[in-house]
């Protein structure tokens, strides 16, 4: 049985009751439900001395939206050679909910893997993800204006029942173009022995050693090569 009891309950406030709400719609819309509506209604109570007010929240969810196509957009041809490669990795798929939290995870695998391919400056500034529910298989000029109408109905009917949406993760123009640079590994410096409270080299009488390509500093002479 419960023994704690708040001697001072908190006043009702129907601004925080109003951040709920929106607070609840954001993260519904975050995973998918981007029609969701979140509502209350509140009752007062009277025990002995108290008012005590009771309040409901109500969440139609409406219809989840999928993803219906990915296209990533990346002008710098290196990037986008990097990315074509890696497609398959995607945590992006057709007919998956548009949730905030993978795409949030699909900008820091993109981020990752231009990072270990030698970009070790671009950061998520660089990459924007961007989706459209709109009819976006309709951009096409080409197209007769009868059957334009015709694909319109049809795409119309079925995002009805099944509302999708575009999603286009493109690479945004930076300011600071080393962003952008590509940089490859310089030279190999190792210190097998270094003392631990290194900050300055030059006061120590170190033996330098160059092997394979690697130049070895040591501090008591105890590196020996074989």
């Given at each position: ?6 001697k ?20 519904m ?12 209604d509140?009752s007062?109570?009277v ?5 005590r ?10 219809k ?71 009819f ?27 509302p ?32 631990p ?9 170190t ?10 500093i ?5 590196f020996?090569?074989?």
């Amino acid at each position: 049985i419960p023994t704690d009891v708040i001697k001072k309950p908190p006043v009702f406030d129907t601004s925080a009751v109003h951040q709920s709400t929106v607070n609840m719609r954001n993260f519904m819309v975050s995973k998918g439900f981007r029609q969701a509506q979140v509502s209350f209604d509140s009752s007062m109570q009277v025990k002995k001395d108290q008012q005590r007010v009771k309040v409901n929240y109500t969440v139609d969810a409406g219809k989840i939206y999928r993803i219906d196509s990915v296209a990533y957009l990346f002008p710098d041809s290196a990037l986008n050679h990097i990315v074509r490669e890696n497609a398959g990795k995607s945590l992006l798929k057709k007919g998956e909910p548009f949730d905030y939290d993978l795409v949030d995870q699909e900008l820091n695998r993109l981020i990752n893997l231009f990072k270990n391919h030698g970009y070790y400056r671009i950061t998520r500034d660089e990459v924007l993800v961007e989706a459209d529910s709109s009819f976006a298989e309709l951009i096409d000029p080409t197209i007769d204006p009868f059957e334009y109408i015709r694909r319109l109905a049809e795409i119309e009917a079925r995002r009805k029942d099944n509302p999708m949406v575009d999603v286009y993760v493109r690479q945004v123009r930076s300011k600071d173009t080393s962003r952008l640079k590509q940089y490859r590994v310089g030279e190999f410096t190792v210190l097998p022995d270094s003392p631990p409270d290194l900050d300055d080299m030059t006061i120590f009488d170190t033996v330098q050693t160059f092997l394979n390509g690697y130049k070895v500093i040591s501090f008591n002479n105890t590196f020996k090569p074989k």
